[in-house]
T-cell receptor, first 113, second 115 residues
Framework: DQQVKQNSPSLSVQEGRISILNCDYT??????FLWYKKYPAEGPTFLIS?????DKNEDGRFTVFLNKSAKHLSLHIVPSQPGDSAVYFC????????????FGGGTRLMVKP | EAGVAQSPRYKIIEKRQSVAFWCNPI?????LYWYQQILGQGPKLLIQ????????DSQLPKDRFSAERLKGVDSTLKIQPAKLEDSAVYLC?????????????FGSGTQLSVL
């Protein structure tokens, strides 16, 4: 039973355009959401997070949107750069369960110059 | 600041053999995690330690997997005997504490191939 799903295994965008990565979850107890970025042969690195009390969080070129009623979140990258090419994982946690993260399957983003 | 260190980087073994992975977390990080990432999937939590105590090991296949964190610093994860389906990247992560918004820092992982 996948509680966090990323339905697009890959996404290709042109440099300078917007990248939108989507994530859906089923567990209504999740109250904290994160995006991690992973380059080949490296571990995932934290990118941005959002608490369930917010619907938007911005950090430079990266913005995460949360729609609690739809159990959906998205990561917007604008403008996209070739260095953003990586696998992006959505993750969620339940505050009552400490810091145990449930990850989605990842979306491979390719930004073409 | 040094990151999370893991070794070995790669390991190839035959099924039914045993294997061990080592992790050294970031200095001062009380919480340590082991994740299993099968190709094409997201990381799955195997076990979480708070200092040298186990917080959650509900997804650890305890008939063949074991982990310890003696003295609350380094940790080892062992598989004995290995099965073909254990082929994956084993990621170690650490965080300062175990509250919800604590950032996890991951190591580069150990890629295990079971033949």
């Amino acid at each position: 039973d996948q509680q966090v799903k990323q339905n697009s295994p890959s996404l290709s965008v042109q440099e300078g355009r917007i990248s939108i990565l989507n994530c859906d979850y089923t567990n209504s107890m999740f109250d904290y959401f994160l995006w991690y970025k992973k380059y080949p042969a490296e571990g995932p690195t934290f990118l941005i997070s959002i608490s369930s009390i917010k619907d938007k969080n911005e950090d430079g070129r990266f913005t995460v949107f949360l729609n609690k009623s739809a159990k959906h979140l998205s990561l917007h990258i604008v403008p996209s750069q070739p260095g953003d090419s990586a696998v992006y994982f959505c993750a969620a946690s339940d505050g009552n369960a400490g810091n145990m993260l449930t990850f989605g399957g990842g979306t491979r983003l390719m930004v073409k110059p | 600041e040094a990151g999370v260190a893991q070794s070995p980087r790669y390991k190839i073994i035959e099924k039914r053999q045993s294997v061990a992975f080592w992790c050294n977390p970031i200095s001062g990080h009380a919480t340590l995690y082991w994740y299993q990432q099968i190709l094409g999937q997201g990381p799955k939590l195997l076990i979480q330690f708070q200092n040298n105590g186990v917080v959650d090991d509900s997804q650890l296949p305890k008939d063949r997997f074991s982990a310890e964190r003696l003295k609350g610093v380094d940790s080892t994860l062992k598989i004995q005997p290995a099965k073909l389906e254990d082929s994956a990247v084993y990621l170690c992560a650490s965080s300062l504490g175990s509250s919800t918004n604590e950032k996890l820092f991951f190591g580069s992982g150990t890629q295990l191939s079971v033949l």
